[in-house]
Each structure stands twice: as structure tokens, then as C-alpha cells.
């Protein structure tokens, strides 16, 4: 098993991140069994004003070229892809068409 975390940021609007979080706690069923399917066996998201923060835990078999691939042929995944993007935003950091950047570790108490 394999942990990563990753960040996204979300437009600073109090509406606009209501409604995000609205559809984060019943998300389509067709976005739940992407996510299953690419081998994520966890994933959490949290928020701190607009600042987004995810954990994904991971098998073996997961790859996010290949999670890519099959997000970029489901029509259903980037119909919600197209609707979140209405509320996310890029990071300042971030290139051409990324959205969720991976996080460095820097810190792990043993």
C-alpha cells in the first residue's frame, strides 16, 4: 500500500465551495467505481478555506498514467470533471491543465 497526497485549490466563493462539498457527499456512482477500479483502495479529502488537501491510499497495481487513460475514455468522468472544474482552481504553482498537484513528504513521526 502506497499513501499520497495531493492539493487543489478551490474558487474563494462561500457558494461555489458549498455546493462543491454538496456534491462530495453523495458523488455519482460512476465516479466511485473509477476510483475503485484504478486501484485507489482510500481516499480522503479535506479543506481549509479554499485550499483543498487529498490522501490517497493506493495498491500495488495503481498507476496514474493509467488512471488518466481510463478517466480521460469514461464520458461519465469527465462529465464531472467539466462540472467540478467549475469550482477548482489551479494552484499558482501549476502548469498548463494540471489540477491536483502531488505533495512532497517532508515530515513522518516514527
Do not use: C
Request: charged share 30%.
Amino acid at each position: 500500500m502506497k499513501r499520497y497526497a495531493l492539493a487543489l485549490d478551490l474558487v474563494d466563493d462561500e457558494k461555489l465551495i458549498a455546493e462543491y462539498e454538496a456534491y462530495h457527499q453523495s458523488i455519482w456512482l460512476e465516479i466511485t467505481q473509477s476510483i475503485k477500479s484504478a486501484g485507489i483502495v482510500n481516499m480522503e479529502i479535506y479543506r481549509v478555506a479554499n485550499r483543498l488537501f487529498m490522501i490517497m491510499e493506493v495498491g500495488d497495481n495503481f498507476s496514474f498514467d493509467a488512471k488518466a487513460k481510463a478517466d480521460h475514455a469514461n464520458p461519465k468522468v469527465q462529465e464531472w470533471e467539466t462540472l467540478m472544474w467549475k469550482y477548482q482552481q489551479a494552484l499558482p504553482i501549476a502548469k498548463e491543465g494540471e489540477k491536483w498537484l502531488l505533495m512532497d513528504k517532508i515530515f513522518e513521526l516514527k
